[in-house]
């Protein structure tokens, strides 16, 4: 369901795909669910997580070559919230 809310939300954003082409929510919310499940596996905002964790990494790789894939890209700001959110969860 995330998935789905998330791409509709990248539909109604223009600044965030690619000009003259359409974005197929289906097949991008199918193509992130087994990253977004990893994901919430790793769960890098819990307490006693490891930001630098190579594994954590490689999902959020992940997820930008979905993003690219169907045509999303991601503001700068974007990596520097999820940067952000892991190490604070590192202090709190």
Not at 41 to 59: I, V
Request: aromatic share 8%; glycine share 8%; net charge negative.
């Amino acid at each position: 369901q995330f998935c789905e809310g998330f791409a509709h939300a990248l539909q109604r954003i223009p600044e965030l795909g690619v000009p003259g082409q359409a974005l197929d929510v289906d097949a991008l919310a199918e193509d992130m669910k087994p990253v977004l499940a990893e994901l919430q596996r790793l769960n890098p905002f819990r307490g006693r997580s490891d930001p630098m964790s190579p594994a954590l990494h490689m999902e959020l790789f992940r997820l930008q070559g979905v993003l690219c894939r169907h045509g999303v890209q991601l503001p700068r700001e974007f990596a520097l919230l999820i940067k952000t959110g892991c190490f604070g969860a590192l202090y709190f």
